[in-house]
Nanobody, 116 residues
Framework: QMRLVESGGGLVQPGGSLRLSCAAS????????MAWYRQAPGKERELVAN????????NYADSVKGRFIISRDNFKNELYLQMNSLQSEDTAVYYC?????????WGQGTQVTVSS
């Protein structure tokens, strides 16, 4: 059974850091590109960052460039998002996603709240 389980969210003060993890199972993780998305209240779900299957190619939304780092461990079947210099605008539910040739699969999300 395919699963994506996010963890690492929580409450953090502005300027702080969090590291999100996404544990994958039920498919050959090292084969597929992965991504982090987020959805803030009342807003559309948006792409934060994506990474190819090898981990060499990465892309970031302009709003997180220079602050967030996406990475993956193909031995542990895990995806990560290191988030630094967090701002209130980063408050959202963060989802990991796997992209298959004809569809995609989402995790259940983890809440990140940036507030003093």
């Amino acid at each position: 059974q395919m699963r994506l389980v996010e963890s690492g969210g929580g409450l953090v003060q502005p300027g702080g850091s969090l590291r999100l993890s996404c544990a994958a199972s039920g498919f050959i993780f090292r084969t597929y590109p992965m991504a982090w998305y987020r959805q803030a209240p009342g807003k559309e779900r948006e792409l934060v960052a994506n990474i190819d299957s090898s981990g060499r190619r990465k892309n970031y939304a302009d709003s997180v460039k220079g602050r967030f780092i996406i990475s993956r461990d193909n031995f542990k079947n895990e995806l990560y998002l290191q988030m630094n210099s967090l701002q209130s605008e980063d408050t959202a539910v963060y989802y990991c996603r796997v992209t298959f040739p004809s569809n995609q699969y989402w995790g259940q999300g983890t809440q990140v709240t940036v507030s003093s």
